[in-house]
């Protein structure tokens, strides 16, 4: 699997199905198959993996955090939008459709935080559908597909599974779409996420919205993420040394010092065993230091949470030129992830 990190594309790795038989519990074997899998995982050179977590508590402690939201709403048929008339049309089409599949590429392609679907993902987002779900799709007059829609109509309700679009033409055909499905409906029920309220795109927003934590991510090999993370352009020299602590992954227990110098930057480590030695204090006296751990790396660099607010919340340890050379150099946005498996 490979995902979409700031336009930059990774090797990722989705994690299901993690258990034992209830008279195995309580040994650690479950610990033990989550690092042969992260093991796997870094000879492959998945510098990430992700999943969807039965309990947030316990995967917190084998180095997961929060990365991405579930926005869910409702709106009922009084509160529906009215798009304007637009020059393209919708058609349905099967699913896993050559058009379907491109756009969510090209979607993905050009979305933080997206899962680029291969064959695999695909056949994992309609394992769970219904026979009625159905697929349409926006093409503009030049007939080229710029936005679809995945949904089904079931006891009176319009049922939104994905809705994408590349510009503000598409969004308006899908809604216009929807709403030629009026008399059919008596609310619309959706998830949304994009991170971006639904409401403030309404003419009457008041509608019901509820959020909750969705995609869990770990980095899985530090130093490998650090070295294709598309870090901003520093506005002058200077070094951070991250002091990162695993639960579980002892090869991320190390100090990886970061050397900016503009548009480039070079990646130091050092051993962990090293970091209260004398040579270690001298080398890095004049470097700016974040301690944290490495849940707390995993969602600053995802842009779930910005370095300053992790601070103020104790979850990171540093001055604040640290920080604010963190916030210059990391990238702005959360990650839009819709993906289950």
């Known amino acids: 699997m490979k995902m979409n990190i700031y336009n930059k594309i990774f090797d990722m790795g989705g994690i299901t199905g993690v258990a034992t038989y209830p008279e195995y519990s309580g040994i650690g074997l479950m610990a033990d198959l989550m690092k042969e899998i992260l093991k796997i995982m870094r000879d492959n050179r998945q510098s990430i993996a992700c999943l969807y977590p039965y309990s947030i508590p316990y995967y917190r402690s084998r180095g997961f955090e929060i990365v991405s939201d579930k926005m869910t709403f409702t709106i009922k048929d009084n509160q529906f939008p009215k798009p304007p008339a637009v020059n393209g049309m919708m058609q349905r089409v099967k699913e896993n459709h050559p058009d379907l599949i491109a756009l969510h590429n090209e979607f993905a392609l050009q979305t933080h935080g997206c899962l680029v ?131 579980l992954l002892e090869w991320n227990n190390l100090a990886f010092i970061l050397h900016f110098n503009y548009d480039d930057f070079r990646l130091e ?52 030129a640290a920080i604010d050379k963190l916030e210059e150099i990391l990238p702005e946005g959360k990650a839009y992830f819709s993906d289950y498996f």
């Open 269 to 320: 480590m050092i051993e962990s065993r090293a970091l209260d030695s004398k040579n270690h204090n001298f080398e890095c006296e004049n470097l700016e230091i974040i301690k944290l751990d490495i849940q707390t790396l995993t969602t600053m660099l995802l842009g779930y949470k910005r370095p300053l607010y992790l601070r103020s919340i104790g979850r990171l340890n540093a001055s604040n």
């Open 117 to 247: 679907r291969d064959d695999l993902a695909w056949n994992e987002y309609w394992r769970w559908d219904v026979e009625d779900t159905i697929v349409a799709i926006y093409y503009d007059e030049n007939d080229k597909p710029s936005g679809y829609i995945v949904y089904l109509l079931e006891n009176d309700i319009f049922k939104i599974k994905e809705m994408i679009y590349l510009n503000e033409e598409a969004r308006h055909g899908l809604w216009g779409y929807i709403a030629a499905h009026k008399s059919m409906f008596e609310r619309i029920e959706g998830a949304n996420f994009s991170n971006h309220s639904l409401a403030f795109l309404l003419e009457d927003g008041h509608i019901k919205e509820s959020i909750s934590p969705y995609i869990m991510a770990r980095i899985v090999d530090v130093a490998q993420f650090l070295e294709q993370y598309p870090f901003d352009r520093a506005e002058s020299v200077f070094s951070l040394c991250f002091i990162v602590r695993d639960p």
